[in-house]
């Protein structure tokens, strides 16, 4: 065993220094691969053992003197076919690739699987290598883009952006994005002679910090920038149209009040008989309908012309410290004869030492009259008509109820828009232009208030509104949300809810109440 084991070790170094300088010849590169160096040990350390082995075994076949000649031929032949086979076999195998390998098989796939154009730069913005897999469509238009040919492609006033965007990378950005455009090399038809490209820069940097490479992926947006562009043009459009629409009404607003003076200040004048009994009464009922026509019609050109003042901005509110319960008295005065005419009852409660309000008088009370002027309006004979006025955390709290017709859910989100109405132009039996309801909002909006509706068909209708008790949403225009719990009038049920603003408690405190 000792001289075995000896014969072994020598066998290892011997192929070891003849292994190796045979491999390097064998490899055409002049390298030894330690994959082909271990299998000759091997081999080397089983033809050593075969050496006794087989001689042996001959030797009860035939003479010594035969079988030891033979048994040595036969290992060292075993040991050369099996080598050079084996390692033969062994280089047609892959061998493992080192990771630089692995990274720049990594890098070339991107380049050619990516979206778009794929540029890879220098750190000074000059490009080494083209990729992509839109390569061939954006080269159909460009030239080509190596070197500096990309820069001298981007339109002059752009080339300060690309600029800035490599020299954000130098100073330590990973990643930036900016909009350019590119010339064509060749203009056909009705093509641009820029494209509008998106370029995102991804840096590459050394292990300590530098940049060595940046990646620049490139994808077309003209189409989304020509729905920009778009967008943009029709939204100056709209809002010149809206400009001359704002206009024009108060243009015509002012124009119209002029004429109207003058019929209103003579019907008044006829109908008080200054000059002269009239003959009969047909003319003056006549002389009364010209007189209540051009009442109305004054009342139309004032509220388009608040309207137009409101959506130019040129509304002012005037604040000063009234009396709510004034204003309703005021509001009752006005509008209870004609509510009575029409068999209907108008009631007000309001909270007991509620307090003067700060706000603009004549917008308060042009709210009021034209929401208690629509319950009129819509509420048929024998109805009611409520106006609650209550101080709740801070806002003043103004509910306008009726018993009137009502209206239908799919009907309330468009409420308030100008010269909306409840019915349609066939079926309407009520007059008027739907613009009370657009200018109640717009002035509670302007005191920073909120207005909210609740209605059911056929069960009445509910309008509150809150403002500010002490003027300071006039600054703040803040939105503030309204719960509406509505218990009165008794009609009112199931009813459905627009909100704007913040859930808020009913009226507290005592209320006290009093008929028109």
Same mark, same amino acid.
């Given at each position: 065993?000792?001289?075995?084991?000896?014969?072994?070790?020598?066998?290892?170094?011997?192929?070891?220094?003849?292994?190796?300088?045979?491999?390097?010849?064998?490899?055409?590169?002049?390298?030894?691969?330690?994959?082909?160096?271990?299998?000759?040990?091997?081999?080397?350390?089983?033809?050593?053992?075969?050496? %006794?082995?087989?001689?042996?075994?001959?030797?009860?076949?035939?003479?010594?003197?035969?079988?030891?000649?033979?048994?040595?031929?036969?290992?060292?032949?075993?040991? =050369?076919?099996?080598?050079?086979g084996s390692i033969a076999l062994s280089r047609q195998r892959p061998l493992a690739? +080192?990771?630089?390998?692995?990274?720049?098989?990594?890098?070339?796939?991107?380049?050619?699987?990516?979206?778009?154009?794929?540029?890879?730069?220098?750190?000074?913005?000059?490009?080494?290598?083209?990729?992509?897999?839109?390569?061939?469509? %954006?080269?159909?238009?460009?030239?080509?883009?190596?070197?500096?040919?990309?820069?001298?492609?981007?339109?002059?006033?752009?080339?300060?952006?690309? =600029?800035?965007?490599?020299?954000?990378?130098?100073?330590?950005?990973?990643?930036?994005?900016?909009?350019?455009?590119?010339?064509?090399?060749?203009?056909?038809?009705?093509?641009?002679? %820029?494209?509008?490209?998106?370029?995102?820069?991804?840096?590459?940097?050394?292990?300590?910090?530098?940049?060595?490479?940046?990646?620049?992926?490139?994808?077309?947006?003209?189409?989304?920038?020509?729905?920009?562009?778009?967008?943009?043009?029709?939204?100056?459009?709209?809002?010149?149209?809206?400009?001359?629409? +704002?206009?024009?009404?108060?243009?015509?607003?002012?124009?119209?009040?002029?004429?109207?003076?003058?019929?209103?200040?003579?019907?008044?004048?006829?109908?008080?008989?200054?000059?002269?009994?009239?003959?009969?009464?047909?003319?003056?009922?006549?002389?009364?309908?010209?007189?209540?026509?051009?009442?109305?019609?004054? +009342?139309?050109?004032?509220?388009?012309?608040?309207?137009?003042?409101?959506?130019?901005?040129?509304?002012?509110?005037?604040?000063?410290?009234?009396?709510?319960?004034?204003?309703?008295?005021?509001?009752?005065?006005?509008?209870? =004869?004609?509510?009575?005419?029409?068999?209907?009852?108008?009631?007000?409660?309001?909270?007991?030492?509620?307090?003067?309000?700060?706000?603009?008088?004549?917008?308060?009370?042009?709210?009021?009259?034209? =929401?208690?002027?629509?319950?009129?309006?819509?509420?048929?004979?024998?109805?009611?008509?409520?106006?609650?006025?209550?101080?709740?955390?801070?806002?003043?709290?103004?509910?306008?109820?009726?018993?009137?017709?009502?209206?239908?859910?799919?009907?309330?989100?468009?409420?308030?828009?100008? %010269?909306?109405?409840?019915?349609?132009?066939?079926?309407?039996?009520?007059?008027?232009?739907?613009?009370?309801?657009?200018?109640?909002?717009?002035?509670?909006?302007?005191?920073?208030?909120?207005?909210?509706?609740?209605?059911?068909?056929?069960?009445?209708?509910?309008?509150?509104?809150?403002?500010?008790?002490?003027?300071?949403?006039?600054?703040?225009?803040?939105?503030?949300?309204?719960?509406?719990?509505?218990?009165?009038?008794?009609?009112?049920?199931?009813?459905?809810?627009?909100?704007?603003?913040?859930?808020?408690?009913?009226?507290?405190?005592?209320?006290?109440?009093?008929?028109?």
């Open positions: 065993m000792r001289v075995l084991s000896d014969i072994s070790v020598g066998a290892a170094a011997l192929v070891d220094r003849v292994g190796q300088s045979w491999l390097s010849r064998t490899s055409g590169n002049g390298e030894v691969h330690g994959q082909e160096l271990a299998i000759l040990r091997r081999l080397a350390l089983i033809s050593s053992v075969a050496l %006794f082995v087989v001689p042996a075994g001959l030797s009860f076949i035939t003479s010594p003197a035969v079988a030891l000649p033979a048994g040595v031929a036969t290992v060292c032949a075993g040991f =050369l076919f099996s080598a050079v690739r +080192s990771p630089e390998a692995v990274v720049v098989e990594h890098r070339d796939l991107m380049l050619e699987a990516a979206f778009g154009l794929v540029l890879l730069l220098d750190p000074q913005g000059n490009v080494t290598t083209v990729g992509g897999r839109d390569r061939s469509e %954006f080269l159909s238009w460009m030239h080509d883009p190596t070197g500096r040919g990309f820069v001298e492609q981007i339109h002059v006033s752009d080339r300060i952006v690309f =600029l800035q965007a490599i020299d954000v990378l130098r100073q330590g950005r990973d990643a930036y994005g900016a909009d350019l455009r590119l010339e064509r090399s060749a203009v056909v038809g009705g093509d641009e002679q %820029f494209v509008h490209i998106r370029m995102e820069l991804t840096a590459r940097r050394d292990g300590e910090g530098r940049l060595t490479a940046i990646i620049a992926q490139l994808r077309d947006i003209s189409q989304d920038q020509k729905l920009r562009e778009d967008a943009a043009r029709k939204t100056a459009e709209a809002e010149s149209a809206n400009d001359a629409k +704002s206009r024009f009404l108060a243009a015509v607003s002012h124009e119209l009040r002029t004429p109207l003076n003058a019929i209103l200040g003579f019907s008044d004048i006829l109908s008080g008989e200054y000059f002269g009994k009239l003959e009969n009464d047909r003319q003056r009922e006549y002389v009364g309908l010209i007189r209540q026509s051009g009442a109305h019609l004054l +009342s139309v050109v004032n509220t388009m012309l608040d309207m137009s003042k409101i959506e130019a901005g040129r509304y002012e509110l005037l604040l000063e410290s009234f009396s709510i319960e004034d204003s309703i008295s005021t509001c009752e005065a006005m509008l209870g =004869l004609q509510a009575k005419e029409k068999g209907l009852t108008l009631t007000s409660r309001i909270q007991r030492g509620l307090g003067d309000i700060v706000a603009d008088q004549r917008a308060l009370q042009q709210i009021l009259i034209n =929401l208690v002027g629509n319950a009129i309006k819509f509420t048929d004979t024998g109805g009611a008509i409520t106006i609650d006025a209550a101080l709740t955390d801070g806002m003043l709290k103004l509910s306008i109820g009726d018993t009137g017709i009502g209206i239908a859910s799919e009907r309330l989100a468009s409420l308030g828009q100008p %010269f909306v109405q409840i019915q349609n132009d066939y079926t309407r039996r009520y007059a008027g232009t739907g613009l009370g309801l657009s200018l109640v909002k717009g002035l509670v909006g302007l005191h920073g208030g909120s207005f909210s509706i609740a209605s059911a068909p056929g069960e009445g209708t509910v309008i509150t509104i809150l403002i500010p008790f002490d003027g300071s949403g006039v600054a703040a225009m803040q939105p503030v949300d309204v719960n509406r719990t509505v218990d009165f009038p008794p009609r009112l049920k199931h009813t459905v809810e627009i909100d704007e603003g913040r859930n808020k408690e009913g009226m507290n405190g005592p209320a006290k109440a009093k008929i028109a």
